[in-house]
């Protein structure tokens, strides 16, 4: 049994991505852990930049903290394949260089929230993500996850925004 997602890792990754100039947002569920959400999950969910010379750095990086990196996973990561699911190291990583419903990493970056040292992807991302995944794990996570974006939100302002809700604003206004 692999160990549940804890802040721990979340730091030894952080540590090890930005020894190596890797350009990565938390995602997922870990990435809504990060924000205060009160829920487990089962790897640290990475939204990295796609381009050759952030793989090679990835690759680097988990290899220095213990990953076991075959040279499929190497060709696998240095590509940017949209999924890659990585189980020969301390805890569960899972590089997402394509999440669901959202758009670019450049876009989301430029939205993400950097708390306590951790580069996290907006809240509002991290949900229209698990929107357009469709996945039932995922769509049973909204409701809570909604609730606590408006929380969230509530204490802390400006209210985020999504790609989705800068679309809509462009179109309502255009």
Do not use: W
């Amino acid at each position: 049994m692999r160990p549940q997602f804890q802040p721990e890792q979340a730091k030894v990754i952080a540590g090890a991505f930005d020894a190596a100039n890797v350009d990565y947002l938390f995602i997922g569920k870990s990435g809504a852990i990060l924000l205060g959400f009160p829920a487990v999950t089962q790897d640290v969910d990475i939204f990295p930049a796609r381009s050759v010379e952030n793989g090679t750095r990835i690759v680097r990086a988990l290899r220095n903290v213990g990953f076991k990196v075959t040279p499929e996973l190497e060709e696998a990561i240095v590509r940017g394949k949209d999924f890659v699911q990585i189980k020969s190291g301390p805890f569960d990583v899972d590089l997402v260089f394509a999440p669901d419903g959202i758009a670019n990493f450049a876009e989301a970056k430029a939205r993400s929230i950097n708390v306590e040292g951790f580069r996290v992807a907006n809240l509002r991302d991290i949900i229209a993500s698990k929107r357009a995944s469709g996945r039932e794990k995922d769509l049973i996570d909204l409701p809570l996850l909604e609730r606590f974006r408006q929380e969230y939100e509530r204490l802390h302002t400006p209210p985020l925004r999504s790609a989705g809700d800068i679309a809509n604003k462009k179109a309502q206004a255009g």
